[in-house]
């Protein structure tokens, strides 16, 4: 009998608050589908958008390679002179956000509207 390869699942929702695109991140985003996280979030952010939040109320788990994802995703958006924050952000993932030291590079916003009021500040 072959023992069937069990793959954390993430899933990716992106939707618009006014000219605002929210990235809804659930699951898991490790080692083993990083990769796809990666290329299915950069798909996302190829438009004309500029102002982004990434909502990570359901983000259960995120490894390393996950971080990755995020510091890549920054890279793309400042690179077009845009901006993001990050809003829901689980106690669990905070703390993995500040013992790698992203809490000094990337802004966290307790709630999605918070999140829309300090991206809006960002370009007004």
Do not use: H, W
């Amino acid at each position: 009998m072959s023992q069937e390869r069990r793959i954390n699942k993430y899933e990716l929702i992106i939707y618009k608050i006014e000219n605002l695109s929210v990235i809804n991140i659930r699951g898991k985003i490790d080692s083993g589908n990083s990769e796809d996280a990666e290329a299915e979030l950069n798909a996302m952010l190829d438009n004309d958008d500029k102002y982004y939040i990434f909502d990570l109320c359901g983000l259960e788990y995120i490894s390393s390679a996950g971080l990755r994802v995020f510091l890549s995703a920054s890279k793309k958006i400042k690179g077009s002179k845009g901006n993001f924050v990050f809003c829901e952000v689980s106690e669990e993932i905070r703390e993995i956000f500040d013992m790698t030291g992203l809490l000094n590079v990337f802004t966290l916003c307790p709630t999605l509207e918070a999140a829309a009021e300090k991206i809006k500040s960002s370009y007004l």
